[in-house]
């Protein structure tokens, strides 16, 4: 088949977990890649449409328009009798999904090891599954029930999660404004001469975050030469445990530190520890040393010089990831770096020390109402979500009165 677009004749189709099946180009701001449609799957109106690969996302629906599909969705086509809604909804219960996952298969691909990469439920597998008859009058009364009651749901969760991005608006305002502007509104100004800081106050100083902070880098994971190395086994910091203003060490791996990596990779309080590779920028400030942890290579570790602050360090850091500064500095290769010789050269906007901590307690303390109003939208996203979730199980099982006689 010749090369061409994807949707130079159908559109390329993608499936979300919460939107079911919808154009690529309407999930995702990147247009389709040019590539061969040798092993895409065409779909039609009424189709489902299931991704094999995504079994515990949920990531199902029924397609609203003929498209293509890429290798990794499955598309079944319902017999007459069958409605396409009820079907869907019965895939997403909490029973099919079980079903599903205990019939998963692992994929092993591109590893010399046979180690399994990913898994999947293909058709004819998924076709093992026992479901009961159900009379096509009851599926579209079960599918007519759920589909008003998930709208319900669905009209919910959209308001809250509308209500977390202007909060998170509302929040990286306030973080800006005090981080680039200081607390002073009468405070004389100047050019920083960096884009995404602008003015600042005239006593701060604008120069390389080398001056104020050190730079290490983690050391190498090399899994192949750990049992030829000396050291005792540690935990270890990495990109996956830092989340923003955040560090999660509940799943921790181990390698082995000789007494002289222990002292160069320690972590101790008021250091700052920002991603290297992956979601660059992202950083936590340590509130509390880490004995007996060190920390791997997709992290850089930064450690103020005399008494600057880190926490500060982190919030200017997190501003310039909003704007897109970050990016604008990181090496591109594969995957954009913010390697340690790249943020020592970052320019940094520094008020006197005492400034700092001002500045980071009245961040802490003007965002501490907003992170708790995002707090309660999430967490009421989540009740939504598994109510959502126990109401549609309910339902494809006969135990929920949908308003057909028996």
Known sequence: ??????????????????????????????????ESLDHYKTCQPGDIVFNKMSVRAGAMGEAREAGYVTYHYEVMRPRPSVDPRFVVYLMKSGWFTGEMIRRERGIAAGDESGAVRTTE?????????????????????????????????DAFIA???????????RRASVVAQAVTKGLDCRAEMQSSEV??????????????????????????????????TDGEPLPYVRAANIRPG???LDSANQM????????????????????????????????????????????????????????????????????????MIA????????????????????????????IVAHVRLSTKPIDEAIGLATEAIQLARERRAALISAAVTGKVDVGVSA
């Open 121 to 153: 439920v293909p058709f004819r597998v998924l076709k093992t599954i026992h479901v009961p008859l159900i009379p096509p009058s009851e599926q579209r009364a079960i599918a007519d029930f759920l589909d008003r009651e998930t709208a319900q749901i």
């Open 331 to 358: 090496n591109v290769s594969t995957i954009l770096h913010f390697t340690a010789e790249k943020l020592e050269r970052t320019l940094v906007a520094m008020p006197p020390a005492a400034e700092q901590h001002a």
């Open 195 to 228: 884009d995404w800081f602008g003015q600042v106050p005239a006593h701060w100083s604008v120069s390389r975050l080398s001056r104020w902070f050190t730079v290490t880098l983690g050391k190498m994971l090399d899994a192949a030469k750990f049992e030829t």
């Open 1 to 34: 088949m010749d090369q061409k677009r994807p949707g130079a004749d159908l559109p390329l189709l993608s499936v979300s977990q919460t939107r079911g099946v919808l154009r690529r180009d309407e999930l995702s701001d990147r247009p389709p890649r040019a």
């Open 246 to 248: 955040q560090l999660d």
């Open 256 to 327: 082995p530190f000789s007494l002289v990596e222990q002292r160069r990779y320690s972590l101790r309080a008021g250091d700052l520890l920002v991603v290297e590779g992956g979601s660059i920028g992202v950083n936590v400030a340590l509130e509390d040393d880490l004995p007996g942890w060190g920390f791997q290579k997709t992290v850089n570790r930064v450690r103020p010089r005399h008494d600057a602050s880190a926490a500060f360090l982190g919030l200017q850091l997190d501003v310039m990831r909003a704007c897109g500064g970050i990016e």
């Open 159 to 169: 308001k809250n999660e509308q209500l977390i991005t202007l909060l998170t608006e």
